[in-house]
């Protein structure tokens, strides 16, 4: 039973390998590369408030509590958003390693 396993996923490497475009590695999984839908969050880049200004400068002060309060913003809608993305990709996994632990007979 194992040596037809192992002949068979050697065939369907073999096959796959073979239907790959000229010049394309064969993928070194099951599942063709960017196979996973990305995540749909947007990350905010890296912070830029630029100097903190002079605190007698009122309007200055504003602009840049402004761009912290954005970025905040930013934050607290993307932190949910990738915890989320993450959990789903972790029942993923766990799924997969289900069905790979169901199929090894050892």
Known sequence: MRLALMLFLAMTVAALAQSAAPGTPASAGNLPAGFYPKSPCTKPGPPDFGRKPDQRNFKAVEAYN???RVYNKAMEAFNPCIQDYAARANHDIREIQAA????NPN
């Open 100 to 103: 790979v632990a169901a199929a």
């Open 66 to 68: 402004e761009k912290i």
